[in-house]
C-alpha cells in the first residue's frame, strides 16, 4: 500500500469516527430533549449526577468489552466476573478480616485470572470465545455463590467512599472510570498494542506473516477485560455497600450493548473507547429517562432491546458499505 493511499485510507477512518461521534452526541442531546419534555424532573443536576455515579462499573466493563470485539471476540462473562470480584472482596474483608485495599486487589486478581483463563482456552484451542466465555459465565456465577452462601453479604462503610459524591457530586468511581476510558482511547489510537488489536480484528493473518504472533496480544485482551470486570466488581460493591451475588445478572448484554451502539464493530478491526463511552451514557440515559415517566419494567426491556437491535443493523449497513467501497 503507497504512503498516498495510506494517507487516504486514514482520512476516511478519521471522517467515519468523527461522523459517529457527532451522531453519537446528537442522538444524546436529542434524548436528553425528549425526556426533559416527557418529565418536568428529568432535566436536573441531580439526574445527571445520579446517571453519572450509576455508570462506572458498566464503563469499565466496556472499555475491555470494545477491546474484545474489536479483535473479533466477545466475552459473555463480565457480568458473573464482576459478582464474583465482589463476592471474593467480601468475604476477604469480612471473613478474613482484610483490610480494604488487600481485599481489593484480591478483586482484581480474581478478575485477570477469569480473564486470563477465558484467553487461554479460547485462544490456545482455537474455540470460539463465545463459548468458553459463555460456560464461564456460569462458572463464576457459580462461584459467588458459594462464596457469599448465595446471600447478600453486608460490608458496610468500609467501602462505600468509592461511591460517596465528593467533587460536584460526583464519586472517584466516576473520576476512575473517565481515567480508565481516556487511557484506553490513547492505548487504541497510539500504541502498538492497539494498532496489533485493530490489525488482528482486520486481518489476523496479515498480521502473522507480518511476523507478529497474534495469540499473546488476545489473551492479553481477554486478561484485561477480566481485570476490569473485577474492578467493577468492587465499584458495584461500593454503591451496594455490600457483595451481592445476583448483581451483574445481565450486565454482559447492556455492555455489549453499548459498545455497539458506540459504533464497535461486532466483526472487529473498527471501535473506539471514547464512543464507547457516549454508548454507556445513551444507555444509561434512556433508563433513567423511561424511570422517570413511569414505564413498567416489561416496557423498559422491550425499548431498549429494540435500540439493541437498531444499532445491530446499522451496524451490519456500516459494514456492508465498507466493504462495497473496498472493493
Same mark, same amino acid.
Given at each position: 500500500?503507497?504512503?498516498?493511499?495510506?494517507?487516504?485510507?486514514?482520512?476516511?477512518?478519521?471522517?467515519?469516527?468523527?461522523?459517529?461521534?457527532?451522531?453519537?452526541?446528537?442522538?444524546?442531546?436529542?434524548?436528553?430533549?425528549?425526556?426533559?419534555?416527557?418529565?418536568?424532573?428529568?432535566?436536573?443536576?441531580?439526574?445527571?449526577?445520579?446517571?453519572?455515579?450509576?455508570?462506572?462499573?458498566?464503563?469499565?466493563?466496556?472499555?475491555?468489552?470494545?477491546?474484545?470485539?474489536?479483535?473479533?471476540?466477545?466475552?459473555?462473562?463480565?457480568?458473573?466476573?464482576? #459478582?464474583?470480584?465482589? #463476592?471474593?472482596?467480601?468475604?476477604?474483608?469480612?471473613?478474613?478480616?482484610?483490610?480494604?485495599?488487600?481485599?481489593?486487589?484480591?478483586?482484581?486478581?480474581?478478575?485477570?485470572?477469569?480473564?486470563?483463563?477465558?484467553?487461554? =482456552?479460547?485462544?490456545?484451542?482455537?474455540?470460539?470465545?463465545?463459548?468458553?466465555?459463555?460456560?464461564?459465565?456460569?462458572?463464576?456465577?457459580?462461584?459467588?455463590?458459594?462464596?457469599?452462601?448465595?446471600?447478600?453479604?453486608?460490608?458496610?462503610?468500609?467501602?462505600?467512599?468509592?461511591?460517596?459524591?465528593?467533587?460536584?457530586?460526583?464519586?472517584?468511581?466516576?473520576?476512575?472510570?473517565?481515567?480508565?476510558?481516556?487511557?484506553?482511547?490513547?492505548?487504541?489510537?497510539?500504541?502498538?498494542?492497539?494498532?496489533?488489536?485493530?490489525?488482528?480484528?482486520?486481518?489476523?493473518?496479515?498480521?502473522?506473516?507480518?511476523?507478529?504472533?497474534?495469540?499473546?496480544?488476545?489473551?492479553?485482551?481477554?486478561?484485561?477485560?477480566?481485570?476490569?470486570?473485577?474492578?467493577?466488581?468492587?465499584?458495584?460493591?461500593?454503591?451496594?455497600?455490600?457483595?451481592?451475588?445476583?448483581?451483574?445478572?445481565?450486565?454482559?448484554?447492556?455492555?455489549?450493548?453499548?459498545?455497539?451502539?458506540?459504533?464497535?464493530?461486532?466483526?472487529?478491526?473498527?471501535?473506539?473507547?471514547?464512543?464507547?463511552?457516549?454508548?454507556?451514557?445513551?444507555?444509561?440515559?434512556?433508563?433513567?429517562?423511561?424511570?422517570?415517566?413511569?414505564?413498567?419494567?416489561?416496557?423498559?426491556? =422491550?425499548?431498549?432491546?429494540?435500540?439493541?437491535?437498531?444499532?445491530?443493523?446499522?451496524?451490519?449497513?456500516?459494514?456492508?458499505?465498507?466493504?462495497?467501497?473496498?472493493?
Amino acid at each position: 500500500m503507497t504512503t498516498q493511499s495510506q494517507t487516504a485510507n486514514q482520512a476516511s477512518q478519521l471522517k467515519q469516527q468523527l461522523g459517529n461521534y457527532l451522531g453519537l452526541i446528537i442522538a444524546l442531546l436529542l434524548m436528553v430533549g425528549l425526556f426533559s419534555y416527557l418529565s418536568e424532573y428529568f432535566l436536573s443536576l441531580d439526574t445527571f449526577t445520579t446517571i453519572a455515579n450509576e455508570i462506572p462499573a458498566v464503563a469499565v466493563m466496556a472499555v475491555g468489552m470494545t477491546f474484545i470485539l474489536i479483535i473479533g471476540g466477545i466475552d459473555l462473562s463480565v457480568g458473573s466476573v464482576m #459478582a464474583l470480584s465482589s #463476592a471474593v472482596a467480601g468475604i476477604a474483608m469480612l471473613q478474613w478480616h482484610w483490610s480494604l485495599f488487600p481485599a481489593m486487589l484480591l478483586a482484581m486478581l480474581t478478575g485477570l485470572v477469569t480473564g486470563m483463563i477465558n484467553g487461554v =482456552i479460547s485462544v490456545g484451542w482455537r474455540l470460539p470465545s463465545f463459548i468458553v466465555t459463555l460456560g464461564m459465565l456460569e462458572v463464576a456465577r457459580g462461584g459467588a455463590y458459594i462464596a457469599t452462601d448465595s446471600k447478600t453479604q453486608y460490608i458496610g462503610s468500609a467501602i462505600d467512599w468509592l461511591s460517596a459524591p465528593v467533587v460536584g457530586q460526583l464519586s472517584p468511581s466516576f473520576f476512575i472510570a473517565i481515567a480508565i476510558v481516556i487511557i484506553a482511547q490513547i492505548i487504541l489510537v497510539k500504541t502498538v498494542f492497539g494498532r496489533y488489536m485493530i490489525g488482528i480484528g482486520t486481518n489476523e493473518e496479515a498480521i502473522r506473516l507480518a511476523g507478529v504472533d497474534p495469540r499473546p496480544v488476545k489473551i492479553a485482551v481477554f486478561a484485561i477485560t477480566g481485570l476490569l470486570a473485577g474492578l467493577a466488581g468492587i465499584m458495584q460493591a461500593s454503591r451496594l455497600e455490600a457483595a451481592d451475588p445476583n448483581a451483574g445478572i445481565g450486565a454482559e448484554l447492556v455492555v455489549i450493548a453499548a459498545v455497539v451502539i458506540g459504533g464497535t464493530s461486532l466483526m472487529g478491526g473498527r471501535g473506539s473507547v471514547a464512543n464507547t463511552f457516549l454508548g454507556v451514557l445513551l444507555i444509561s440515559v434512556l433508563e433513567a429517562g423511561l424511570a422517570q415517566i413511569g414505564a413498567s419494567e416489561p416496557t423498559k426491556r =422491550i425499548i431498549t432491546g429494540c435500540v439493541i437491535i437498531i444499532a445491530v443493523v446499522l451496524d451490519m449497513y456500516r459494514e456492508r458499505r465498507r466493504n462495497r467501497r473496498s472493493h
